[in-house]
Every structure is written in structure tokens, then in C-alpha cells.
């Protein structure tokens, strides 16, 4: 029980930390609410639900995954760099996991798979063209980390699938840490 209670005292503390980085989020045109939001995701419930989100998260981490290659040849700070290799090797291993999952629940939901992965597009391309890729990377991964809490944090509350909550919560640490980690690396250099 007081594990729960931390969790969403967190998760509460966190909400009102990343709602700026919601509302200037690049997702098209839309914030990270709204995102999920169309994607209908609130309004599914039960393995409705759990096929949706994790189609969702794969192309989500494939973006995250594309963000970090379209910068790593061109990093300059080490810190920067070991946080782009993490982003590759971690949400590698997760989109693994999730694809597998996703097979038992009647596969890859298409239609939200490539709704979001249209939203992730927006968020490569100002990478490649950055002239402070190290700089651009953080700054674009807090918006990106901060999608990926707004759609665990729904996970949390809709699922009953273990497997998912346990995912969702483990991304909600990762992530949050990742976040804060960031925030103070940018401080440092403004």
C-alpha cells in the first residue's frame, strides 16, 4: 500500500512538473493529451485497450529510437551520448517485449501504430538539421519522455494486464528519472 501511495504521489508531483513540456510538445500540431486523446485510447477499456496502448508505445520507442541514431554520429558531450545509447538499447529491448506481447492480443494495431508514428516523424526531423544536436536531442527528449508518462500513466489507471502495469510503471521511473536527469544537464549549461 505505501508503495502505491508513493506511486502516485509521484505521479501527481510529476503531472504538474511536465505539464509545460505537454503543451509545447511537437506531435504535428497536437499537445501529448491530444494525441492520446484521438487516438481513442481513453475511451477503449479491457485487451482493447492493452493492444492499442503497446501498438502505440512500439511506434512511440521506435521514434525514440530514431531520435537517438539521428543524432548519435554527431554527439559531442558523453553524457549525452551514454543517454542516446541507453534510449537505443532500452527501448529496444521494450519494443521487443511489447511486439511479442502484442502477438498473443491479435497483433500490431495498425491504425494507432501509424497515427503515432506520424506524430514521432515531427520530432526526428528538427534532429538532423540541429546545430547543437546535444542540445536538441535533450531538449527534444523531454517532450518525447513526457508523451510516453501521459500514455503509462493511462495504462496504470485502464489495464488489468500485469504484464502492461508493470511495463507501464517501469517506463514512468525510467522515464521521470531520464527527464529530471535532463533538466539538470540543460541548467547546467544556460
Known amino acids: 500500500m505505501k508503495t502505491n501511495f508513493l506511486l502516485l504521489a509521484g505521479l501527481t508531483a510529476l503531472t504538474s512538473l511536465t505539464a509545460p513540456a505537454l503543451a509545447q510538445m511537437n506531435h504535428g500540431a497536437h499537445s501529448s493529451a491530444a494525441t492520446t486523446q484521438n487516438q481513442g485510447l481513453p475511451e477503449l477499456s479491457g485487451p482493447a ?75 526526428v526531423a528538427p534532429l538532423k538539421t540541429a546545430r547543437n544536436p546535444d542540445q536538441a536531442f535533450v531538449q527534444g527528449m523531454l517532450p518525447h519522455h513526457a508523451s510516453a508518462l501521459d500514455m503509462a500513466t493511462l495504462a496504470l489507471q485502464k489495464s488489468r494486464d500485469a504484464r502492461v502495469l508493470k511495463l507501464s510503471r517501469d517506463v514512468i521511473k525510467a522515464q521521470a528519472d531520464e527527464m529530471y536527469a535532463f533538466k539538470q544537464w540543460l541548467a547546467g549549461r544556460s
Open 49 to 123: 485497450f492493452d493492444r492499442a496502448y503497446l501498438s502505440m508505445m512500439v511506434a512511440h520507442h521506435q521514434g525514440a529510437i530514431t531520435m537517438s541514431k539521428a543524432v548519435q554520429g554527431r554527439l559531442q558531450d558523453a553524457q549525452v551520448k551514454a543517454w542516446a545509447a541507453g534510449v537505443i538499447r532500452d527501448q529496444t529491448r521494450e519494443l521487443n517485449v511489447m511486439s511479442a506481447w502484442l502477438k498473443g492480443m491479435g497483433g500490431l494495431n495498425t491504425a494507432v501504430h501509424a497515427r503515432m508514428t506520424s506524430d514521432m516523424n515531427g520530432m
